[in-house]
């Protein structure tokens, strides 16, 4: 086995769901996941704390991403137009990323013990959101507001675009669950 792998935490991301799918979460072990992407248990380590990090490695870098997105809007766009503009950027960003997306979303809500840090992570898209509003000038209770209607809308459009058909472009859920989250609160 190599001592060191460029590409070590994405190979061990898909031997990990690979794993999951074919005999489920709680069965899985580190040294199983490690041995099958070719690595040490000590590698596995090296990127993740436990077998559950390894299926939130790329939501690490999600809550930055949006928050570029909504850095790059026009300074007087309104507050929220600019979270509706990040989230836009971010559904074109992770469009060809369905098929890994699904499965992900699939092992981790077969999973009861995951479900905290699926929510962990949301908190963290949310104060992401919220700071990049308040960076722009918007009140700091309107950012927090603004902030939990992206996440929900975020969570809405996910739940679309995985339930529907492959053609289906993420940024049409994003705008139609905004939509819907507008028309409900309007009355």
């Not at 949310?126 to 929900?152: K, M, N």
């Amino acid at each position: 086995m190599p001592r060191w792998s460029p590409d070590a935490a994405l190979r061990l991301e898909a031997a990990a769901i690979l794993l999951f799918e074919g005999q489920g979460f709680s069965a899985t072990t580190v040294p199983q996941i490690a041995e099958a992407a070719g690595l040490t248990t000590r590698t596995f380590f090296r990127h993740f704390a436990d077998k559950r990090d390894v299926l939130f490695l790329r939501d690490r870098e999600f809550p930055h991403a949006v928050s570029d997105f909504m850095a790059s809007t026009p300074s007087k766009s309104s507050a929220p137009a600019t979270v509706r503009a990040g989230l836009a950027a971010a559904a074109r960003g992770i469009q060809d990323w369905r098929q890994p997306i699904a499965r992900r979303h699939k092992v981790v809500h077969s999973e009861p013990a995951l479900h905290e840090r699926e929510l962990l992570q949301r908190h963290h898209l949310a104060r992401a959101i919220e700071e990049s509003l308040i960076q722009r000038g918007t009140d700091p209770r309107q950012s927090h507001t603004l902030a939990a209607v992206a996440v929900t809308c975020f969570d809405l459009a996910m739940e679309r675009w995985l339930e529907g058909p492959p053609e289906l472009l993420f940024e049409e859920c994003v705008t139609s669950a905004w939509n819907d989250i507008r028309d409900c609160l309007d009355g």
